[in-house]
């Protein structure tokens, strides 16, 4: 019969449960660590640091030994398996060292993304080949949870329904075996804007994939009250015309997910990405302070794009080590902040932000003109590819969007774009005067895209073409 099936033992339920209520406590984080060993030579690249498999374990060993207050701030960290063989110095294994501190260990288990046969770009994740195994031996090195990833791209025609079917049911699989080795499975939906989708498009488009996903959680009997579910902000794409504030996007996600998310999940993990700290410390004490009903605890998740300041504090250097590990409980000190609603904009000054402002004024002098479409190709370049090595360049990206930021701070002048009716390699004679964003009435795109502006251009150069286009007339007769 379709309807007879076995519930899970009280013993693992309530085990899930424990596991589920010390990794979601109030104004902690999750730690996401799970680059894989090429991932982090890329990201240490970025900022001039030899990547090599000594580096990477100073690197880990500086963001898991921190003294005494790391169990203050965070309460899970996720690692990649490769971290499992590796050792201190002191021949101590660097899980360990977590494990000490009272902070839960857990393992990303799946295999990464593949392309999909007949599908438009899209990926399906792998991994459920052994994963019974695994899930057994991560268990006995002492690790309490697992984390599958399934990639999902916002475009006109994605994703299908052929993908969204597949990742529900693969996801669904991953946690029932990982509930079968008493591990708590964390559901992470990433969810990728890369075209002009606006933000109702993204809520629609996350409402069906997680509709789709607890559906496939219900037919493979597994228990959602010892699962986890981890998902970033809505966000529009990159090349949207649309400006939202963070009370909008706040709104919106929470709004979403009490649509599908079923109360009775043990949490949400909630992925913070604004391109920059201030920006996503912003979104996520919006989220905090957001009145509507939350039936499930939220906590917010650090990861790899939130570790430039520590890596610029570092450097590869062993002197800077306790440098780069106060800027890393600094940037801690303000998430649990914002977590619980307490982060004043602007009260965080991390290196990173610090480095994109010099960078972004820098860029001003030499490029006085960095337009909208170039923005669109540094944000193309910000997210790694689905599959291979990640090659996103965050540190000289986000000086792009700073630098539209703090135009108006700066006096920067737009110049307006000329009028189709004139040739852009013509001269014109008596041109008038650019407009300056200072005189512009203020909006939350920075950019001067208004109606107004754009009408006053028109009329401008129309009028310039007119009077040529007559005395063009007046010589020919």
Known sequence: MSTYFNYASRSLIDELRRIASELIVSGHGVVVTDETPTQLENLMEMFGINSCKENRILYRNLLFSVKDTLDKYVSG????????????????????????????????????????????????????????????????????????????????????????????????????????????????????PTEDNDLERAEKVAETILMFIYKSLGDHHVNVEGTLLRVPMLAPGPKCEKRYSPGQISKTTLRLLRHVVPAGVGGIILHVDGKTEDRSLCLLNATATEPSAKPWPI?????????????????????????????????????????????????????????????????????????????????????????????????????????????????????????????????????????SVAEISPSENPVPESANVKRASRASFSSVAGERRRSSAAKGT
């Open 77 to 192: 960290v996720v690692i990649h398996p490769e971290v499992l063989d590796q050792t201190t110095v002191n021949g101590c294994a660097l899980h360990c060292q977590l494990r000490r501190k009272n902070i839960l260990v857990g393992v990303t288990v799946d295999r990464g993304l593949v392309p999909v046969l007949c599908s438009n770009g899209e990926f399906a994740t792998q991994g459920l080949d052994g994963l019974a195994k695994r899930c057994a031996e991560y268990k006995d090195c002492g690790c309490d949870f697992t984390m599958w990833r399934a990639q999902y791209n916002i475009g006109e025609y994605t994703p299908s329904y052929q993908i969204i079917m597949e990742n529900a049911n693969t996801m669904a699989k991953y946690a029932a075996i990982a509930q079968s080795k008493r591990m708590l499975p964390i559901l992470e939906v990433d969810i990728v």
């Open 299 to 435: 906590i917010f998740s650090f990861d790899g794009t939130l570790q430039s300041s520590i890596m610029i504090a570092w450097a590869g250097h062993k002197k800077n080590v306790e440098k780069a590990q106060n800027e890393f409980l600094k940037m801690l000190s303000a998430f649990s902040n914002a977590a619980q609603g307490s982060y004043v904009t602007g009260s965080m000054k991390s290196l990173a932000d610090q480095c994109y402002c010099k960078k972004a004024l820098k860029a001003l002098k030499e490029k006085p003109e960095p337009l909208p479409n170039d923005c669109v190709k540094f944000e193309e370049l910000c997210r790694p590819p689905p599959v291979g090595p990640m090659t996103a360049q965050p540190f000289e990206i986000s000086a792009a969007f700073m630098a539209i930021e703090i135009k108006s701070e700066v006096g920067f002048e737009e110049k307006v774009i000329a009028d189709q009716e004139i040739k852009t390699n013509e001269v014109v004679e008596n041109p008038p005067p650019p407009v």
